[in-house]
């Protein structure tokens, strides 16, 4: 038996204090304790995303974040992203829906939170922004190039520009905020 | 088990001092926090460095000296190593490179970082109860176990590496991966190489060191491609007989990633692409 410390943290706007074993993952207070099931559990060894939370407003991968290093921090999971909007979804995951950028699904919510971070720290990004910001997180349905669309209309949707995303476009046409630059 | 975080490296010293052979000292996590997700070491005592004030990067003159908690993050973004700075930027991805540490990847004894760090001449801070010393990458990877740990193999286990010092190098520098898709994806073979020349346009080398990762899994320099380096002008036909030398040394390592066989000829392609960035 492991020795157990108290944690107070937000998650989502939400003050909680929990006990947990120091090591235990954030990925496993949040989804066992918590029953915040958005942070999935897919590798469980941070190579494919879909844990992606924001800590302080940072990426993270919750399955390698400790317990003990949570202690007076600020969480936001998928969860904590779904606000009244068009049809009560955020911008980002609205884009999500119109740009048909999720199947299964499972790769979605820590696309979501990636996006999130991208855009905060990069606007305007170009495709290949898009690529590397994206690119700790694994999609096995869509072939990623809806997502990259997602994501670019999310970024037009957040600056509050219009544009156009032609899905038919090979990304080379002008404003297109996927081409590459 | 324990867990402590102390706020000092004397702190960190005494808390590994209760049970060096047993301690594992935590620095990013991205190796031992899925290690114990999956059940290992379920009685292990942790020593995390987070909070010890090991994170920072000082410029000097000379060289950069990298606290050991320092995140890839920041190292990815050091202007003054182009070669380390790119190689930082292509372990794992951009949540993984928010976590994982430059000391992580060097104690690992398997980072993808050892190799430019060993083209760079590089060297590690250690701390014991005597103080610190400093000691080059390749020596201290000379006495790294294989198969490489993550229980701080050629470190002595009472004691932590709290910084890596890298000279800023005069010469030209490359490093090259060679992996199965372009992001987030784990090395196959990797080399690097750094060189100085005669005369600014051309010449011949004057000093090469040249690190490879893919013949072992614990990188290593390359010293009969350096020797043969020397006094030559970096043209194709140079650079192919290096590469050749490559096949002497036979070796290559398979894993879940890649097969030794593969890994062989994945080496002679990083070290001829690594080369050919120096023209």
């Known amino acids: 038996m492991n020795e157990r410390v108290t944690l107070q943290f937000v998650v989502n706007g ?35 995303g879909s844990c992606s939370v924001l800590v302080d407003g940072q990426l993270e991968l919750s399955c390698l974040v400790p317990a003990a ?63 590397v910001g994206l690119s700790g ?22 600056a509050h520009k219009t ?9 080379r046409a002008p404003r297109s905020p996927v081409e590459e630059r | 088990m324990t867990y402590v975080a102390p706020d000092t490296v004397p702190g960190v010293l005494a808390a590994i001092a209760s049970d060096p052979e047993g301690t594992l000292v935590m620095g990013g996590g991205t190796v031992l926090e899925p290690m114990m997700t999956a059940g290992g070491f379920a009685r292990r005592p942790v020593v995390a460095l987070w909070r010890a004030g090991l994170s920072g990067i000082d410029r000097l003159t000379d060289e950069t000296r990298f606290g050991a908690t320092t995140r890839l993050r920041d190292v990815a973004s050091t202007a003054a190593l182009p070669s380390l700075s790119y190689a930082a ?7 993984v490179r928010n976590r994982a540490t430059i000391g992580g990847n060097v104690a690992s004894g398997c980072g993808d970082l050892l190799v430019p760090l060993l083209s760079l001449g590089a060297k590690v801070v250690i701390a014991g109860d005597r103080g610190f010393d400093e000691c080059p990458i390749d020596q201290l990877l000379d006495t790294f176990r294989l198969p490489a740990s993550p229980e701080r193999a050629g470190i002595p286990p009472d004691r932590v590496v709290t910084a890596v010092v890298v000279p ?39 000093v090469a060191r040249v690190a ?10 390359a010293r009969q491609v350096e020797d043969f380096l020397l006094g030559q002008p970096i043209v194709d036909d140079v650079i192919d007989k290096a590469v ?34 120096l023209k």
């Open chain 1, 14 to 48: 939400v003050q909680v204090a929990t006990v947990a074993d120091p090591v235990t993952s954030l990925q496993s207070l949040l989804r066992e304790t918590l029953g915040l099931a958005g942070s999935k559990a897919g590798c469980r060894e941070g190579s494919c």
């Open chain 1, 69 to 131: 290093e949570i202690e007076g921090r600020t969480v936001r999971t998928a969860e904590g992203f779904t606000t009244p909007g068009e049809h009560g979804l955020d911008p980002v995951q609205s884009s999500f829906v119109d740009q048909f950028a999720l199947q299964c699904g499972f790769c979605s919510p820590g696309m979501v939170v990636a996006t999130h971070a991208l855009l905060a720290d990069c606007p305007d990004p170009t495709r290949e922004e898009i690529i």
């Open chain 1, 137 to 158: 997180n694994v999609c096995r349905c869509t072939g990623y190039e809806p997502i990259l669309r997602a994501v670019a209309d999310a970024a037009l949707k957040l």
């Open chain 1, 163 to 171: 544009g156009s995303i032609d899905p038919a476009q090979d990304g």
């Open chain 2, 89 to 95: 930027g292509l372990v794992g991805g951009p949540a």
């Open chain 2, 168 to 206: 800023h190098s005069v010469g030209r520098t490359a490093y090259v991966k060679i992996a199965r898709r372009r992001y987030n994806t784990p090395t196959v073979a990797a080399a690097s190489a750094v060189a100085t020349f005669d005369s600014a346009e051309g010449g011949v080398i004057t």
């Open chain 2, 212 to 221: 490879l990762r893919g013949l072992s899994s614990v990188p290593s320099r």
């Open chain 2, 244 to 277: 050749e030398l490559l096949d002497e040394l036979g070796g290559g390592y398979a894993d879940a990633v890649a097969s030794a066989w593969y890994r062989r000829r994945m080496a002679k392609v990083a070290l001829s692409r690594a080369l050919s960035a």
